[in-house]
């Protein structure tokens, strides 16, 4: 289900002048790196208590202190944005915590993918030819280490000696 109306998908093609998948694809890119710069400001403005150049509500020691840059992957290929900071550096920004740089549940893909029985290079080849970045097969050996004692406790879970189940089948 769609949260924008006919009318504004019309307005956005009519004043972005799309040519191409890869126009939109752009855009869309475009679109994400400002609505989580704009949900960083406001993180930020709700940790100060006040709004950028409002220094009459300031009720605060701390206050803004510039941007650092992070290039975060996302589905939309690496997007790079401006994390702004604090004076006192007390600023833990929630959407993109510190020291995360992927934001595109990658991981699961991958896990999704290793369950399918690729190998890890394979899963390498498929993120690049679909996200654009590249995950040496290292990485991607080191997500699916990190499930594997997961997996092996459920491969040797007990098993119950009688199943019920129901099968079903339609014809319409």
Do not use: C
């Amino acid at each position: 289900m769609s949260t924008l109306s006919k009318e504004q998908v019309k307005e956005i093609i009519k004043g972005n002048n799309f040519q191409s998948v890869a126009d939109v694809s752009a855009y869309l890119r475009d679109i994400f790196k400002d609505i989580i710069q704009e949900l960083l400001e406001a993180e930020l403005e709700a940790k100060l208590g006040y709004a950028k150049d409002d220094v009459e509500n300031k009720n605060t020691d701390n206050s803004r202190n510039g941007y650092s840059p992070k290039t975060i992957k996302s589905e939309f290929r690496e997007v790079e944005i401006q994390v702004p900071r604090d004076r006192k550096g007390e600023f833990k920004p929630q959407i993109i915590p510190k020291y995360q740089r992927n934001v595109s549940g990658i991981e699961e893909k991958v896990i999704a993918l290793y369950a399918r029985g690729m190998s890890t290079r394979d899963i390498s080849e498929q993120i690049e030819e679909l996200y654009g970045f590249s995950l040496s097969p290292e990485m991607v050996s080191k997500i699916t280490d990190r499930i594997a004692p997961e997996i092996k406790e459920w491969q040797q879970r007990p098993l119950e000696p009688i199943y019920t189940f129901v099968f079903m089948d339609e014809i319409h």
